[in-house]
T-cell receptor, first 114, second 115 residues
Framework: ETGVTQTPRHLVMGMTNKKSLKCEQH?????MYWYKQSAKKPLELMFV???????ENNSVPSRFSPECPNSSHLFLHLHTLQPEDSALYLC?????????????FGNGTRLTVT | DAKTTQPNSMESNEEEPVHLPCNHS???????IHWYRQLPSQGPEYVIH???SNVNNRMASLAIAEDRKSSTLILHRATLRDAAVYYC????????????????FGQGTILTVHP
């Protein structure tokens, strides 16, 4: 148990579908992150939320839409995805009280786009 | 972000020490050295971090070279559960005033532990 829970663990969707990934943390953290891990590639930072405000968007296509309704929850809304978007999507959280607070990761959602 | 270089893979035997090297020749004075690991089918987990002095915690030890251009993560007695990808990451403590933890991951070192 990592303290960061991601659902679903696995998701298969067609290119015309709309789905959402959910992330939840009860660690009292106030920064949350979405990372993408494709096969044979390093983890890529997608979005960062600090105090529920998006502070980084690393050139992510608009077919990925994040939402952070409160400090405990983070969503990634998906629509009209491409097969190359198939990957492991990881959520993480950290505390802003110390700059070197470690990131706590969930176990990810394995997304397959058909 | 300053770059780190790690071997693609290493092997060890169970209950033996493991030394995982990391080169970071372009490290700046404000960069901390962080280590994370990713077990199969899991997200990364924090292992240890340091600036200049060697560090120990319940998981591992971190030995930092005097010139800070390299570091070594030490697992004192490897177990089968230590088989994972180990990432060495430089994290800037002076990242433009931001306090959130932006981590840039490389390919890491795949550690295989033999029984």
């Amino acid at each position: 148990e990592t303290g960061v829970t991601q659902t679903p663990r696995h998701l298969v969707m067609g290119m015309t579908n709309k789905k959402s990934l959910k992330c939840e943390q009860h660690l009292g953290h106030n920064a949350m992150y979405w990372y993408k891990q494709s096969a044979k590639k390093p983890l890529e930072l997608m979005f960062v939320y600090s105090l529920e405000e998006r502070v980084e968007n690393n050139s992510v296509p608009s077919r990925f839409s994040p939402e952070c309704p409160n400090s405990s929850h983070l969503f990634l809304h998906l629509h009209t995805l491409q097969p190359e978007d198939s990957a492991l999507y990881l959520c993480a959280s950290s505390s802003l009280s110390r700059w070197d607070s470690p990131l706590h990761f969930g176990n990810g959602t394995r997304l397959t786009v058909t | 972000d300053a770059k780190t270089t790690q071997p693609n893979s290493m092997e060890s035997n169970e209950e033996e020490p493991v030394h995982l090297p990391c080169n970071h020749s372009t490290i700046s004075g404000t960069d901390y050295i962080h280590w994370y690991r990713q077990l199969p089918s899991q997200g990364p987990e924090y292992v240890i971090h340091g600036l200049t002095s060697n560090v120990n915690n319940r998981m591992a030890s971190l030995a930092i070279a005097e010139d800070r251009k390299s570091s070594t993560l030490i697992l004192h007695r490897a177990t089968l559960r230590d088989a994972a990808v180990y990432y060495c990451i430089l994290r800037d403590s002076d990242a433009g005033g931001t306090s959130y933890g932006k981590l840039t991951f490389g390919q890491g070192t795949i550690l295989t532990v033999h029984p």
